[in-house]
């Protein structure tokens, strides 16, 4: 079986969706729904990524009485920053491990300073399920041999730690 530790670049959405900061929360929460996405890396008046606006950020604005978004809430409001970046030659190993650490589901993947894509929870969840398909699939594997794999065995504890 291959020991090796895939990258960030082989698990990452490539294609990022962004909201300007002064985007109402509304607007966020209608583009999550439409792109049926978690997470909203947040540009700045220059196009600049400042922060990063996830669907519970979107959850913690709306009103639990009214069930409705105040029009005066704006991402600036609930995003998270500064945001977190990896390489996108990091091992997933990597970017598991900081995942657990800050407690987040997402961060930025960068290569040369330049952003490349983001690497989610649910990106980490198809990673997952890959090797476990490719290590079923493999003549001579076991289940034994799995289990003891370093990224499944993170992958497993991450799983377990999100409530999956």
């Not at 959405?13 to 509304?26: L, M, P, R």
């Not at 700045?44 to 009103?63: E, P, Q, T, W, Y």
């Not at 990091?90 to 598991?96: G, K, P």
């Not at 370093?150 to 991450?158: C, F």
Request: hydrophobic share 45%; glycine share 4%; charged share 25%.
């Amino acid at each position: 079986m291959n020991k090796t530790i895939p990258k960030v670049n082989a698990a990452m959405t490539k294609k990022i969706v962004t909201i300007f900061w002064k985007s109402s929360i509304k607007r966020a929460w209608e583009l999550m729904e439409k792109k049926q996405i978690r997470h909203l890396p947040v540009t700045d008046d220059n196009g600049n990524i400042l922060g990063i606006l996830s669907d519970r950020d979107v959850n913690r604005a709306m009103d639990p009485k009214l069930v409705y978004f105040s029009d005066e809430a704006r991402v600036s409001d609930y995003m998270s920053w500064p945001i977190l970046i990896v390489n996108k030659n990091d091992s997933l190993v990597h970017v598991l491990d900081i995942m657990i650490d800050q407690k987040i589901s997402a961060l930025l993947v960068t290569e040369s300073e330049e952003v490349v894509g983001i690497c989610t929870s649910e990106d980490m969840l198809r990673a997952f399920r890959q090797l476990l398909e490719t290590g079923a699939n493999h003549k001579n594997a076991k289940l034994s041999d799995l289990v003891f794999q370093p990224l499944l065995q993170e992958a497993i504890r991450t799983t377990g730690s999100i409530g999956l």
